[in-house]
Antibody, heavy 127, light 115 residues
Framework: QVQLQESGPGLMRPSQTLSLTCSVS??????????WNWIRQRPGKGLEWIGY???????SYNPSLKSRVSISVDTSNKEFSLKLSSVTAADTAVYYC???????????????????WGRGTRVTVSS | QSALTQPASVSGSPGQSITISCTGT?????????VSWYQQHPGKAPKLIIY???KRPSGVSDRFSGSKSGNTASLTISGLQAEDEADYYC????????????????FGGGTELTV
């Protein structure tokens, strides 16, 4: 059974760099053909796609966050990570990791939908 | 890129059918059949219920169906049950600008369903 589990600091100060990790079990990060995403949900607001890293290591980021975001993968530890620099209160959110299956059934790849989600980790930015 | 537009709330009685709309533009829903829908219960992670406009993942009830017309996608839930009470989010691939300014997914603001 494939499972995703986020971990992170919980509370951060403004201007710090947020680091989150998503542990993946039940499937290989690097050989399964999947795309590994970060998505966040700010309080009282909808979902926002942050970016992905592919099974080959390529990345794509939301332009609104691109200057502050980095996603990397550690295949030996079966996890991928998110770094978000210069955080402010506006970055307070529940952060989810999610899998795009990468079946590439339409003309695009990745599939651009998310079939598996972690439970989410809450991050609060406050001075 | 603006988020997709959903009604803030809809309601229905057990056994009835409801439809949630999701309005985008010809940079997202209008030209791509890459629309998905997610169900989110309070305090839980979103769950995929529809992908590629109208396909259902294994294990999702056939009471859930999706469609698209022009720039608007729709989620219909038939035979409403108490367990369907949740927030629902639409999502679409979007690409805009020449050269490309945005390429990724946009989500709707969410619709709270009360049964």
């Amino acid at each position: 059974q494939v499972q995703l589990q986020e971990s992170g600091p919980g509370l951060m100060r403004p201007s710090q760099t947020l680091s989150l990790t998503c542990s993946v079990s039940g499937v290989s990060i690097s050989s399964g053909g999947h795309y590994w995403n970060w998505i966040r949900q700010r309080p009282g607001k909808g979902l926002e796609w942050i970016g992905y890293i592919s099974y080959k290591g390529s990345t794509s980021y939301n332009p609104s966050l691109k200057s502050r975001v980095s996603i990397s993968v550690d295949t030996s530890n079966k996890e991928f990570s998110l770094k978000l620099s210069s955080v402010t209160a506006a970055d307070t959110a529940v952060y989810y990791c999610a899998r795009d299956p990468g079946y590439c059934t339409t003309s695009s790849c990745p599939d651009w939908y998310f079939d598996l989600w972690g439970r989410g980790t809450r991050v609060t930015v406050s001075s | 890129q603006s988020a997709l537009t959903q009604p803030a709330s809809v309601s229905g009685s057990p056994g009835q059918s409801i439809t949630i709309s999701c309005t985008g533009t010809n940079s997202n829903i209008g030209i791509y059949n890459i629309v998905s829908w997610y169900q989110q219960h309070p305090g839980k992670a979103p769950k995929l219920i529809i992908y590629e406009v109208s396909k259902r993942p294994s294990g999702v009830s056939d009471r859930f169906s999706g469609s698209k017309s022009g720039n608007t996608a729709s989620l219909t839930i038939s035979g409403l049950q108490a367990e369907d009470e949740a927030d629902y989010y639409c999502c679409s691939y979007a690409r805009s600008g020449t050269p490309v300014v945005f390429a990724g997914v946009l989500f709707g603001g969410g619709t709270e369903l009360t049964v």
